[in-house]
């Protein structure tokens, strides 16, 4: 199941980041109460395939790392 292939990850560097197994999402948000990353399979999609919480947070930035996600993911 994805949701438990949601692992903490890393506060730094911002943005998503490829590490050869999965990918690291870091968003900073000053204000931000929750997070959502929307992952959409195709351009055209209207709908996202998967939206996932953000679950943890660093100071004012909210972080994931996903396994699963591979690059080209939009």
């Not at 931000?32 to 395939?49: K, M, N, Q, W």
């Not at 919480?53 to 993911?73: C, D, F, N």
């Amino acid at each position: 199941m994805i949701s438990d292939q949601i692992w903490p990850g890393k506060p730094f560097p911002l943005g998503a980041v490829w590490n050869g197994r999965g990918t690291n999402f870091s968003i900073f948000s000053e204000n931000a109460t929750s997070v959502e990353l929307l992952l959409f399979d195709r351009i055209e999609d209207a709908r996202p395939a998967h939206t996932v919480a953000l679950r943890e947070r660093s100071a004012s930035v909210w972080h994931s790392y996903l396994p699963w996600v591979r690059p080209s993911q939009l």
